[in-house]
């Protein structure tokens, strides 16, 4: 399944050697006890002593202090909800207000906090929402599909955060934090097979190499068999689809001596697999349910399908501490990839007017990209101590990416007939300064500032056969250049008061910031366009509260906010163009609460959720609709453009609710018995900007199922379901050629293995 084509020399190298560290070192560990065997089993790895700690705040705290609306998740919840090869999309509503979704599958996922987000699928596409991967902010949608394994802890931080994290997070910061080197030996191997041959094998080992050095090796394979037959006769496309073989590593060296540290990290990726199914006539016409006959395990597709995907990054961070002053640090990051996918967007093989049906579609489409990105990133950073009651943070931070890709066509023969070729650039660079101020024993204040400016170019040039009508005639595109500049102040002021040692009340304000964008798909006639900067304001508040003995967490906030000149795609419609627009702006407010609980011996319940209102508000909008017999209920004007006007915003959905329990049984000889589930819940979602019958969502209900034993020697065997009650439900669509959607992923049933020491 892997071909040829897909090399990447370090990606393998970082896996095989990790791979074989930890294979060695587990042999050599089984007769030894290790204090973090106990750690390992804990049901939350973001607990200490049942206090929960983030870095929300680019220091370690307890939650209930921390004025933010976050959720931590660590331990045994995240390997459970990761498990049966899933990529980053299984954190979708398993925190209040959050939802990924991809059109691309394993490599473009894409991000929504409290309804902002970004639909658009270019590669230059910028979202609201940054991932922040071992404290590297990751700006192509690409990079954040980095696997996650192996992780000490995943924090969302929900609501601008344009102070300390600075870019692009009007919406929030998803931040994933590799577990690090450490100076006792510990690790594990963890191994699953499941249906269709979804297998899933992580592990990790690290330990002293000599007096202040310290290493961790780790490494995940992850691959389906291709489980979706492809009924379509004419042999363009593959007879199977929807398998990968995905597989990543990272090596991490860690260097103490008195107040300086060092860590360097470097990581590596290779995939290998099928794009996104794209199902044609998916939807009964009127409806959003699906056609009679929709078989998930089939399709029929003429067109060619491929992806592959190599990537390597590395980061290195330094600190050093002063001693009465504080410590500067110092992050610098690297990450670059190159992706091949391409699809049969149409999701058919039979071409009608009009077009009903399953497997019918209007025309013909297979497009594709080829996609470079590399980024450059540095970060400097001081942290005072505590002086006389107030702490300081302060730096400067400079981000440079190029973007290089091809934008591909084929003819219904599989004979490339477009390539329009981008050449692009992103610079931002930001300075930062935060303070925080204990007024009182109950009262702390905080409040900081963010000075950033972006810089983009876009280079626009090739042809496209398939449409030569003007502007393109001959199928030639002009080469055009476009610009954009913007910069913005950012900051955010929030209170701390202790109403009693168990509970804190906050409140906070908070602005954001996204840079102004270019949108440069030319293929199908449309052209370059730009979209000013985008300015969020938001205000939250809420109560944290936490039990004296540490059993209970219970956080309850309330949301408001406000974007100015907020950025929309319009994407697809008849001619499968996206361009750039800019709404007056948009609100959006909402609840949130989660709860962390042991009320028994033996039993661990979470439970999240939210309710999320959204809506676009700009009475002179407009966008094209549906080019394929779609039912749109929303105002039609006199070009026939629907009216956006109070609408809600894609992927948003009005409710996200969530649930895990854990229950063991301990035994005689030490060891233990579990049982542990998960559900996850969202309400109806819009797919696009303008609302119709077929593309309203249906809610969607997934649930996980997990029995197992541990051994007194820390081995564990379980069997596990993932989306237990098989619920199918379209979680994306595509508008321009027939009533095309996608799905979720079908029930996964398996076995599981893991030692860890």
């Not at 560290?21 to 750690?39: E, G, K, R, Y």
């Amino acid at each position: 399944m892997i071909s040829k084509s897909a090399r990447s020399p370090i990606g393998r190298t970082l896996f095989c050697g990790a791979s074989a560290i930890a294979a060695l070192a587990a042999a050599s560990a089984q007769a030894q006890t290790s204090d973090t065997a106990a750690a390992a089993n804990a049901p939350d790895a973001a607990a200490q002593n049942g206090e929960i700690l983030v870095t929300a705040s680019r220091r370690e705290e307890s939650a209930k202090n921390v004025p933010v609306a976050v959720t931590a998740i660590g331990g045994e919840k995240l390997a459970v909800l990761n498990s049966s090869g899933l990529d980053i999309r299984f954190l979708s509503s398993r925190t209040p207000s959050l939802q990924i979704e991809s059109s691309f599958g394993r490599t473009f996922p894409r991000f929504y906090i409290r309804g902002l987000g970004n639909t658009d699928f270019d590669p230059n596409a910028a979202q609201p929402v940054s991932i922040v991967y071992d404290d590297v902010a990751l700006e192509s949608n690409f990079l954040k599909s980095f696997p996650v394994f192996d992780l000490q802890n995943v924090e969302v931080l929900r609501g601008p955060q344009g102070t300390l994290f600075g870019r692009n997070t009007p919406a929030g910061v998803i931040k994933l934090d590799s577990a690090k080197p450490s100076d006792t030996w510990n690790g594990y191997i963890t191994g699953s097979l499941a249906t269709y041959n979804t297998a899933n094998v992580e592990g990790a080992v690290g330990g002293p190499i000599a007096e202040g050095l310290s290493f961790r090796a780790s490494g995940i394979v992850q691959s389906r068999d291709n489980w979706v037959t492809n009924d379509d006769t004419t042999g363009n496309g593959p007879r199977k689809l929807e398998g990968y073989a995905d597989r990543a590593g990272r090596l991490q060296l860690a260097y103490t001596s008195g107040d300086f540290h060092a860590l360097v990290n470097v990581h590596g990726r290779d995939l290998n697999g099928s794009p996104r199914l794209f199902r044609a006539g998916l939807f009964v016409q009127g409806s959003n349910h699906f056609q009679p006959g929709f078989n998930p395990s089939h399709v029929s597709q003429d067109g060619i399908s491929e992806q592959n995907m190599t990537q390597w990054g590395t980061n290195l961070h330094l600190d050093y501490h002063f001693e009465g002053l504080g410590t500067l640090y110092s992050i610098t990051g690297y990450e670059e990839a190159h992706v091949k996918s391409i699809g049969d967007i149409d999701g058919g093989d039979t071409y009608t007017a009009p077009a009903l049906g399953l497997n019918v579609g209007l025309f013909p489409d297979n497009t594709g990209d080829i996609v470079r990105p590399k980024e450059f990133s540095q970060e400097v950073r001081f942290q005072s101590e505590e002086f006389n009651g107030f702490r300081l943070q302060g730096g400067a931070y400079y981000f440079h990416q190029r973007l290089k890709y091809h934008e591909l066509d084929f003819d219904t023969t599989g004979t490339q007939d477009g390539d329009v070729f981008h050449n692009d650039k992103n610079e931002n660079y930001g300075i930062f300064a935060s303070g925080e101020y204990k007024a009182t024993d109950k009262l702390t204040l905080r409040a900081g500032v963010r000075y950033s400016h972006d810089s983009k170019r876009d280079f626009v040039n090739g042809y496209d056969l398939a449409f030569g009508a003007s502007p393109n005639p001959g199928g030639v595109i002009t080469p055009s250049t476009a610009h954009a500049k913007g910069s913005d102040v950012t900051w955010d002021a929030s209170a701390t008061y202790a109403l009693t040692p168990q509970v804190n009340a906050y409140a906070r304000v908070a602005t954001g910031y996204l840079g102004p964008a270019i949108q440069d798909r030319v293929t199908f006639g449309s052209q370059q366009s730009v979209a000013r900067k985008q300015t969020t304001i938001s205000g939250e508040g809420g109560f944290k509260f936490e039990s004296r003995d540490r059993k209970y967490h219970i956080d309850l906030d309330g949301y408001w906010w406000r974007t100015k000149n907020l950025q929309l795609t319009a994407v697809g419609g008849q001619s499968n163009s996206a361009a750039l627009i800019n709404a007056d702006h948009a609100v959006g407010y909402g609840i949130e609460g989660q709860l962390d609980a042991r009320p028994i011996p033996h039993l661990v319940l979470t439970a999240g959720g939210s309710w999320n209102f959204t809506e676009i508000r700009d009475k002179n909008i407009s966008i094209g609709v549906c080019g394929a017999l779609c039912t749109v209920t929303d105002p039609i004007n006199a070009e026939g453009r629907a009216i956006i006007d109070g609408n809600d915003l894609p992927q948003a959905p009005r409710y996200v609710a969530n649930v895990t329990a854990r229950y063991g049984v301990p035994l005689k000889n030490g060891g233990e018995i579990f049982v542990y589930t998960d559900w996850a819940y969202r309400s109806s979602i819009n797919y696009f900007l303008y609302t119709a019958k077929e593309f309203r969502g249906r809610s969607l209900t997934e649930g996980g199922l997990k029995l197992g034993y541990i051994s007194p020697t820390h081995f564990e065997l379980a069997v596990f379901s993932r989306n237990i009650t098989n619920q199918i439900r379209a979680i994306s669509a595509i508008d321009f050629n027939n009533l095309t959607g996608m799905i979720n992923d079908p029930r996964i049933i398996g076995v599981e293995a893991k030692f860890h020491f």
